[in-house]
């Protein structure tokens, strides 16, 4: 997997034969999901973002300018308002993109309704996550296991998967909803927890 923003923007820029769809997990929640402001962290080239920027506002937050570039151009593809900005906060319709080092951002306080992050892991994070979520917000969480080593593919640095029951306790400010771990195709966790 990329570790640099060169890296991932390299990726980025390659034809892709990947799924462009949004993520499994959130077209099988959608309905459970609040239509306020969202926010998706490591968006990457917005097939999450755009899938929400549909229904509410999204501020889809990435690193790599390329990634950015793409979901920028599929959200005019798909005649959705497009806005750029550098703060992490409430978009007030649309798509806004931001560019920003997660490792090195603020998220703003009790401005989202909904926080989706997928297949992203900074446990660093974890705190300003459920800060940013409004009451009765929601996060949609999900991200790789350690099980993910017992597959060919996928990432292998032990530090950016979850332990087995990780993700289940490690937003004990906001209330579960749901809460799975497979190993179908690669390990993987999925939370959905709101913030009372």
Same mark, same amino acid.
Do not use: I
């Given at each position: 997997?990329?570790?640099?923003?060169?890296?991932?923007d390299e990726k980025h820029r =390659?034809?892709?034969?990947? *799924?462009?769809q949004p993520c499994t997990i959130l077209g099988?929640?959608?309905?459970?999901?609040?239509?306020?402001?969202?926010l998706?962290?490591?968006?990457?080239?917005?097939? *999450?973002?755009?899938?929400?920027?549909?229904?509410q506002p999204v501020t889809a937050v990435d690193f790599s300018p390329v990634a950015l570039e793409v979901a920028e151009r599929h959200a005019q593809h798909t005649g959705v308002a497009v806005s750029l900005g550098a703060r992490i906060a409430a978009a007030k319709s649309g798509l806004h993109l931001v560019r920003a080092d997660l490792e090195s951002s603020e998220i703003a306080s009790g401005d989202f309704s909904l926080i989706v992050c997928i297949k992203y892991l900074q446990r660093s994070l974890f705190r300003a996550i459920a800060k940013g979520l409004a009451p009765g917000g929601m996060l949609l969480f999900e991200t790789y296991t350690k099980a993910q080593l017992e597959f060919a593919a996928g990432p292998r640095n032990p530090e950016y998967l979850l332990d087995s029951g990780e993700l289940r306790t490690a937003f004990?400010?906001? =209330?579960?909803v749901f809460y799975r771990e497979l190993r179908a195709g690669g390990g993987i966790a999925s939370l959905l927890a709101k913030k009372l």
């Open positions: 997997m990329p570790a640099t923003v060169f890296e991932w =390659q034809p892709s034969d990947r *799924n462009e099988e929640l959608l309905p459970l999901l609040p239509t306020g402001a969202a998706d962290l490591a968006c990457g080239t917005g097939r *999450n973002a755009l899938l929400l920027a549909a229904r004990p400010e906001l =209330q579960t």
